[in-house]
Nanobody
Framework: VQLQAFGGGLVQAGGSLRLSCAAS????????TGWFRQAPGKERAFVAA????????YYADSVKGRFTISRDNAKNTVYLQMNSLRAEDTAQYYC?????????????????????WGQGTQVTVSS
């Protein structure tokens, strides 16, 4: 499956953005999906994940209550709604898909859980 993330941009602190990740080349509902981010000089970090059906969602503590992950399997798209953005949210954001469904935060946050990765989209939050 191929993944393409888009929707990044420049936003002021306190603002909102919605990222989208469009999938092609596979049956999207067969894949759990996640978002990760990487800031300059830092390691890639887990942001959020969602199960195949969308019933289960998982979040990093740093974004809980501010970000919401969702998916529309009919449109082969996963979304990341980001509210109350902070300067520390500035990063390249990546979406990823896993062939196995996700049942715990323990597997959601591991990069090796995911089999496919899209290119990143840059989010810059100005303070």
């Amino acid at each position: 499956v191929q993944l393409q993330a888009f929707g990044g941009g420049l936003v002021q602190a306190g603002g909102s953005l919605r990222l989208s990740c469009a999938a092609s080349g596979g049956t999207f509902s067969n894949y759990a999906t996640g978002w990760f981010r990487q800031a300059p000089g830092k390691e890639r970090a887990f942001v959020a994940a969602i199960s195949r059906s969308g019933v289960r969602t998982y979040y990093a503590d740093s974004v809980k209550g501010r970000f919401t992950i969702s998916r529309d399997n009919a449109k082969n798209t996963v979304y990341l709604q980001m509210n109350s953005l902070r300067a520390e949210d500035t990063a390249q954001y990546y979406c990823a898909a896993a062939k196995s469904d996700i049942y715990s935060i323990g597997s959601a946050y591991l990069g090796r859980t995911y089999d496919y990765w899209g290119q990143g989209t840059q989010v810059t939050v100005s303070s």
